[in-house]
């Protein structure tokens, strides 16, 4: 696999891919995409520690792992494989290592209080994903997510799954901020987490914050999909979207995110167009493992300059939502996914006796379903989202092979499923009714192919 050079590439990276005559510790010059111009002496100073965190990373890989980093970092990585043996003798490393250094740990505690909530495969695998199967890693990760939970939401939440009922009046209204988002799957099928710095507020604590990234990331984690390939997220503070209240909490949002909870950072890109954003990135960079720094990319320049340098590693432009109509960025794709969660865990609870009469429940589209009308054209926000999707990765879905369309496809479902959209098809005047997976694939494979027949 080669790797395009781009200029937030750290100079490990040419047209043809990595040299294979380079040492095998070569010390590597980092090319910063931040220029010194116009910095303060404190600024500047700033700079040189961040490079300086960066070019450490560096250094202290072998070439082997360097190339593994960049291939984690652009989606190509070999997907894991997780055969029934492999898997097992995994599981059985993970709970030797936790026998070992579970002593006098809160994880101790909640083993005590639901040895079966705890000892969960599923639980256990999911850390296990999260750190490629590294067993050792994998059981450390365990102690300080433990840890953490007891911190956020107190020893009664300890061995239960945290649902939004957990989260007080003041957490949801820092959810309800769209700060910290979902914002689909990339080119790899990675879920993007998009942070909006712009949409930070003062008026939520540190820790509604963090029991807000806390619940918004373990919901990412539903997904065995999320699991496996990993999530990409993007820290966008570009034009109206650049942080108003600094960058307290940085430190502490990052540990979640790449310490302690159980989630496979495959790259973190920062997107900005003044600097002193950046620069505000020295505590994320320090709470970063070595092997995440490497994956660590500075984006700077215009909207559109970013959308560009982001798609190189196959993100598509479509993960920032902006209203079509202004042009502005838009929380409503957000907040219906906040009020799904809603409805979700109101229809986890056990519904009242109403007889043996069955219960029909009539379909209301809203603007985020993808509505289906015969053949004729429709203008609904959620059709249009699609077709720019669809626009977007269209030339990749033409000339790939077939495994490569149906991840595409997959790709363009779970965009619409992210903004709480639905694909619905009219029976009749006023009725609709649900698309089935079969039903869904087959509309998107053929949205592929009237999109690249217009061309």
Known sequence: QSFTKTSSCFGICNEKGISKNAPHRQKLKLPHVLQDDGLTTADRQRKQEIDSLLSQALNELTFEERQEQQEMLHGVEATITEET???EASLQELDDHLTKIKRDTVYEV?????????????????????????AREAADQMIKFFE?????FGKGSLVKDIT???????D????????IQLAGRDRSGRQIILNLLGLRTDKCTLQNELRMRYYVLMSALESEETQIKGTVPIVYAV?????????????????????????????????????????????????????????????????????????????PQSF????PVTNKISIQCHLKWVESRFKMQRRDRPLPSVGPAPIIELISPTENDVLIMGG?????TGNQRLRVIVSELSKAYETGSKETRKDLAACVIHSVHDCAGRFLKQRGLGIWEELNKDQIRKTVTQAFRNSYRRR
């Open 376 to 380: 004729n054209k429709c203008t609904n």
């Open 239 to 315: 034009g109206d979207m650049k942080s108003k209240v600094g960058g307290n909490g940085y430190y502490e949002h990052m540990k979640i995110a790449a310490t302690v909870n159980p989630n496979h950072m495959a790259g973190v890109h920062s997107c900005t167009d003044e600097i002193s954003e950046h620069l505000r990135h020295y505590n994320i960079i320090a709470a970063a493992s070595m092997k995440l720094r490497t994956r660590y990319r500075f984006h700077y320049g215009s909207q559109t300059e970013c959308f560009y340098q982001l798609s190189t590693y196959g993100i």
């Open 148 to 152: 953490l939970k007891h911190q956020l």
């Open 164 to 170: 939004i009922d957990d989260l007080d009046e003041d």
């Open 85 to 87: 043996n492999f898997v």
């Open 110 to 134: 909640a083993e005590d209080m639901d040895p079966g909530y705890v000892g969960d495969r599923s639980f256990r695998v999911m850390f296990l994903r999260g750190n490629r199967y590294d």
């Open 172 to 179: 949801i209204g820092c959810l309800k901020t769209g700060w």
């Open 320 to 323: 920032l939502p902006v209203d």
